[in-house]
Every structure is written in C-alpha cells, then in structure tokens.
C-alpha cells in the first residue's frame, strides 16, 4: 500500500515543479529581453551624445578662427586709421572677453547655462567687430588695401562657417535631447545620468546672417 503511494506523490512534486520552473523561465526570458533592450538604449544614448559632442568642437574652432583674425584686422586698420583708437580698443577687450569662457568637450559641461554664457561673449565681439568695420567707411584707402581685403574675405567665410556649424550641432544636440525625453528611454536615461544638451538660441537680430560689409 506504502509502495504505490510513493510514486504518486513523486508525480505530484514532479508536476509542482514543473508549474513554478515555467513562470520562472518566463520571468528570466523577460528579464533577458528587457535587459538586452536597455543595453541598446544605452549605447544609442552614447552614440547620439557622442556625435553632438563632436561637432561642439567643430562650432568652437570656427568661433577660434574668428578670434584669431582679430588682431592681424586691428593691425591693419591701426595703420590707417590710427586715432579709431576706442573703437579698436572695444573689439581687443571684446575679443579677451570672448575667448574666456570655453566648454570642454564634454556633454556634461555643453549646459544650456554654459552654452548661454558663451554666446553672450560671442555675440559681444560680433557688437564690436561690426563696429570697427562700419567705421571703415570712412577711410577709402584702408578699403582698398590688399591685407585689409583678404582679412574681408577670410571673415566673411568664418561667419558662414559660424552659421553653419552652429545649425549642424543644434540638429544633432535637438536629435538627442528629443530621443532621451522620450518614453521609455527616458528610464534609461535617467538611470545613466544623461541630460539635455544646450542649444544656441537666437537673439535680436540673428534672423539675418552677420554681414562683413566695407
């Protein structure tokens, strides 16, 4: 009687098992799936991230070359035109004031506020360059001097070059703040540390592209 009990209850426990051991491998099929999902989240967050990133330095090395044509344009414009001395005194100070605030190449340090004070200094210099080049109206001389006409053309193409890299970083930048802000990636996002990016925001003005006029 005890012998064919034991089979019996074998055959339960076998069946008991078999109930639990099959939500569990669901669960851990689940888990799995939603694990793989959060890794790819991950590294498109990364790699979206990365591509902004890499065009900020793009928008900072256009912004350099302006900066570094500054003073080969004072120089020429002191040489004809020596006693514009404020004038020329503005564009030096805000060119100093310009090349302070830089941002490392890092999503982290790419802050709106970040991205907000820099552009205030650029915009700064842009004030005093136009400036310096509406006074050069007045000296018919200067505006046919050969270096004074090849730092015209140089600037023209940096201001392009400006516009263009800043509208290149502002899609890629607007891209990975929309795709991080999107639910579920959000989740992810969080869980990493990842924020938005800072984008350049237009000011009074801005709607027409800065002009280089002699």
Do not use: C
């Not at 979206?48 to 500054?70: H, M, T």
């Not at 200094?121 to 050069?136: E, F, I, N, P, Y």
């Not at 990842?194 to 592209?209: D, M, T, V």
């Amino acid at each position: 009687m005890n012998y064919k009990q034991l089979p019996e209850n074998g055959t339960k426990k076998s069946s008991t098992m078999k109930k639990l051991l099959i939500p569990i491998i669901i669960i851990g099929i689940l888990a799995f799936a939603l694990f793989r999902w959060g890794i790819g989240v991950n590294n498109e967050i990364i790699e979206k991230e990365g591509v902004a990133v890499a065009q900020w330095a793009n928008v900072e090395s256009s912004y350099q070359r302006r900066a570094d044509l500054i003073p080969n344009l004072v120089a020429t414009v002191k040489g004809y035109a020596d006693h514009e001395k404020s004038t020329l005194e503005a564009v030096i100070k805000a060119r100093a004031e310009a090349t302070k605030p830089t941002i490392n190449v890092d999503a982290s340090a790419i802050s709106p506020e970040n991205i907000a004070q820099f552009q205030k200094a650029q915009q700064g210099l842009s004030g005093a360059l136009s400036r310096l080049l509406v006074s050069v109206e007045r000296y018919p001389d200067l505006k046919a001097d050969k270096s004074f006409l090849e730092l015209q053309s140089q600037l023209e193409g940096t201001e392009n070059r400006i516009n263009v890299e800043r509208n290149r970083f502002n899609n890629l930048a607007g891209a990975y703040n929309i795709f991080i802000a999107k639910f579920p990636t959000s989740y992810v996002a969080n869980y990493i540390n990842k924020g938005a990016l800072g984008l350049f925001k237009s000011s009074p003005g801005s709607e027409n592209a800065p002009k280089v006029q002699f």
